[in-house]
């Protein structure tokens, strides 16, 4: 398994846009073969600062995400709205505490 964090810096102006487009392919992304996890994460302190947090069964399964029509039309929307660049980490887990 791998775990993709993405951080994602919007223009305040457009948080409620980014919201929308992301309740819009939330169910999409998370039906993605190989996806198993999803999430949406906010800054505590920054309101227009956003995480993704998503698992996937390989690196490959998130390749072909990667690479899809989804995330190519996905990303080119959610790009238009950022207000700097934006982060992203391929980790893998280590351990669950409980």
């Keep these: 398994m791998i775990v993709r964090i993405v951080q994602m810096t919007f223009r305040e102006a457009e948080v409620d846009n980014f ?4 309740n819009e392919r939330k169910a999409l992304i998370r039906h993605f073969e190989g996806c198993t996890h999803l999430e949406l994460w906010q800054d ?18 998130l390749n072909h995400y990667r690479f899809s029509e989804l995330f190519k039309d ?3 929307r959610t790009k ?4 700097d660049k ?6 893998n887990q280590k351990m669950v505490v409980e």
């Design 19 to 22: 919201l929308a487009l992301f």
């Design 44 to 61: 505590a302190h920054q309101p227009n600062i956003f995480f993704t947090y998503s698992h996937w069964q390989s690196e490959d399964n």
């Design 74 to 76: 996905t990303w080119a």
């Design 80 to 83: 238009a709205l950022f207000a």
């Design 86 to 91: 934006p982060n992203a980490w391929s980790v």
